[in-house]
T-cell receptor, first 115, second 114 residues
Framework: DAGVIQSPRHEVTEMGQEVTLRCKPISGHNSLFWYRQTMMRGLELLIYFNNNVPIDDSGMPEDRFSAKMPNASFSTLKIQPSEPRDSAVYFC?????????????FGPGTRLTVL | AQSVTQLGSHVSVSEGALVLLRCNYSSSVPPYLFWYVQYPNQGLQLLLKYTSAATLVKGINGFEAEFKKSETSFHLTKPSAHMSDAAEYFCAVSEGSNDYKLSFGAGTTVTVRA
């Protein structure tokens, strides 16, 4: 049973370039989350989708960040233009949200370095 | 709004010794509480969860945690540390079953001495 799949695992880019991170949630899950992890700020929720619809994007830091979920099995997080302060590990997580409980399953993360 | 405080950013224990990681939370409603573990260069993995059932929760790899409402705590323990327990541990809280947001603590890094 495949878990949450993220690609690429590592990305090195130059300031000003566009970066696209990809996520495939666990099949059957109806919720998807994008997190950012840095030493300074810890784990931060960027955006939450439920049934492919963005429900809460209050954590998206700036207009340079955008996220889409065109179908239940795929989501992207795009940064355009990228800046050095965007360097972090970006995690995607998915869950099956029910009335009783939801447990988030995390992908392995994408380590982004912006030079 | 809920929040989590993990006391101690780094804990060092000897192999075979007790592991104790402290977590205190604040929540305006009965919380759901979680402990996640992150091994180097990996994503977070759920260790255990409290969802208003038994206050003593057993998880994977021999870990357990006790929910104490009076102390607003959810400390994680393991009686005997193993080298493979070296990792970073995160406590998280959500405000009940309908709250999708997990608020994470800052994390505690555990090192195990041979």
């Amino acid at each position: 049973d495949a878990g949450v799949i993220q690609s690429p695992r590592h990305e090195v880019t130059e300031m000003g370039q566009e970066v696209t991170l990809r996520c495939k949630p666990i099949s059957g899950h109806n919720s998807l989350f994008w997190y950012r992890q840095t030493m300074m700020r810890g784990l931060e929720l960027l955006i939450y989708f439920n049934n492919n619809v963005p429900i809460d994007d209050s954590g998206m830091p700036e207009d340079r960040f955008s996220a889409k979920m065109p179908n239940a099995s795929f989501s992207t997080l795009k940064i355009q233009p990228s800046e050095p302060r965007d360097s972090a590990v970006y995690f995607c997580a998915s869950s099956l949200t029910t009335i009783s409980y939801n447990e988030q399953f995390f992908g392995p993360g994408t380590r982004l370095t912006v030079l | 709004a809920q929040s989590v405080t993990q006391l101690g950013s780094h804990v060092s224990v000897s192999e075979g010794a007790l592991v104790l990681l402290r977590c205190n939370y604040s929540s305006s409603v009965p919380p759901y509480l979680f402990w996640y573990v992150q091994y180097p260069n990996q994503g977070l993995q759920l260790l255990l969860k409290y969802t208003s059932a038994a206050t003593l929760v057993k998880g994977i790899n021999g870990f357990e945690a006790e929910f104490k409402k009076s102390e607003t705590s959810f400390h994680l323990t393991k009686p005997s540390a193993h080298m493979s327990d070296a990792a970073e541990y995160f406590c998280a809280v959500s405000e009940g079953s309908n709250d999708y947001k997990l608020s994470f603590g800052a994390g505690t890094t555990v090192t195990v001495r041979a």
